[in-house]
């Protein structure tokens, strides 16, 4: 069969290396793709959201699934505008219909939907231009820390976790009357902290059955020791020590499945992966946030200890055959480490040359290059997040340390990772 993978980050890097270990892949396309995946597939330049010129590749390519990595073409509505084709229709796209990938395009339709089936998450309220007043009292009689989530995408920007109360109503104030995190951003849900310890909870669902991935907890900020500005995720480890079986099966009853009961009562169509960004909180699991595709870094940890055929896993995805699979998982730990240009999140140059890609990978280490290009003979940096080392090791101290010296022997300029992913845990 044939694939086209979309997307061009560590997490489409990390899925085109399990996708070509399978045979029942015969060619892999990526759009956009990176250098990484260039060594794995055929890169097509067509942007994530440009359906009409993928489906043109699909048709032409005679492409059997495709694997949407991003959520920007999903909010968009790629599901749809593939099953609305009559040339595309029976292409199985992994990935949520546009109206169930909501779940994570609107922190509001998210909200109302756990309300609306009992999942537990952070008590809330939703304020517009409308209801404005009402949400500057709500604010003033709300415990601190109160946090403040604009509507719609916002590149991991949206969610700010304000101290007092003078800074959530300033906040409020720019979000609704001054568009700060634009048009949709002027809705903003206005919720109570939860407290605990976060993790990632991975499903892949056909939207009848579903299966569970390895969890994998990541590492936001910029600063050693979970400090500094929030970024798109600087490390993740894998698994997670304190997400034990008990625990698991809280998340499983009160989260996983009604989510997906939720999904089927409301009509909302999903054959695709669920990113479940939780709070463990005393034992007690709470929804901070849905996803409607999986994580980036987190597929760079959680691929790696997938032991199944991951395109044998998309197909059952699209013929609604999930109950036939049982997931095995490599029991050794994980620890992922990201390499950043100096600078990231905030201004970075673009364009360095990336030494040392070509020198001795050390066996149970795997390097997943994020934005890359080739530029001539060499391979420069595209984008903040550059590289991506995963280690296997039989701790998460031993896995970490591997990745850290894997990253040693890589170089540009103004390289950039944090020696401490999994602190918590060593
Ligand atoms: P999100 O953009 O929804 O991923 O939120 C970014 C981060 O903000 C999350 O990973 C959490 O660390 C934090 N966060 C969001 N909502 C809450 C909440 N209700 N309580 C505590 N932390 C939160
Ligand atoms: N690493 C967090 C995310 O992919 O949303």
Known sequence: MNILLIGSGGREHAFAWKIKQSDLCSQLFIAPGNAGTSSLGTNVAIATTDFESLAALCVEQNIGIVLVGPEEPLVKGIYDFFKNRKDTQKIGVIGPSQAAAQLEGSKAFAKAFM???????????????DNYAKGIDYIKGHALPIVLKADGLAAGKGVIICQNHLE???????????????????????????????????????????????????????????????????????????????????????????????????KLVYKGFIFFGLMNNEGEPGVIEYNCRMGDPETEAVMPRIKN??????????????????????????????????????????????????????????????????????????????????????????????????????????????????YEFR
Do not use: W
Not at 336 to 365: F, Q, R, W
């Open 168 to 266: 959530a109503l300033s906040e409020y104030e720019l979000m609704i009357h001054r568009a700060k995190f634009g048009e949709a951003g002027k809705r903003v849900v206005v919720e109570e902290f939860l407290t605990g310890i976060e993790l990632s909870v991975f499903v892949l669902t056909d939207g009848e059955n579903y299966v569970l991935l390895p969890e994998a907890k990541d590492y936001k900020r910029i600063g050693i020791g979970d400090t500094g500005l929030n970024t798109g995720g600087m490390g993740a480890v894998s698994p997670v020590p304190f997400a034990d079986d008990a625990f698991l099966q809280k998340v499983k009853e009160r989260i996983i499945e009604p989510t997906l009961a939720g999904l089927k009562k409301d």
């Open 309 to 422: 055929d991951l395109v044998q896993l998309l197909i059952a995805t699209s013929q609604q055959r999930l109950n036939e699979i049982v997931i095995e998982t490599d029991e050794r730990s994980v620890a992922t480490v990201v390499a950043v240009s100096g600078g990231y999140p905030g201004d970075y140059e673009k364009g360095k040359v990336i030494l040392g890609l070509g020198g001795n990978i050390l066996e149970d280490s795997i390097v997943f290059q994020c934005g890359t290009k080739h530029e001539e003979e060499h391979i420069v940096t595209n984008g903040g997040r550059v590289l991506t080392v995963t280690s296997f090791g039989n701790t998460i101290a031993e896995a970490a340390e591997q990745s850290n010296y894997m990253l040693e022997q890589l170089y540009f300029d103004d390289i950039y990772f944090r020696t401490d992913i999994g």
């Open 115 to 129: 309300h609306r089936h009992q999942v537990p998450t952070a008590a809330y309220q939703e304020f517009t231009v």
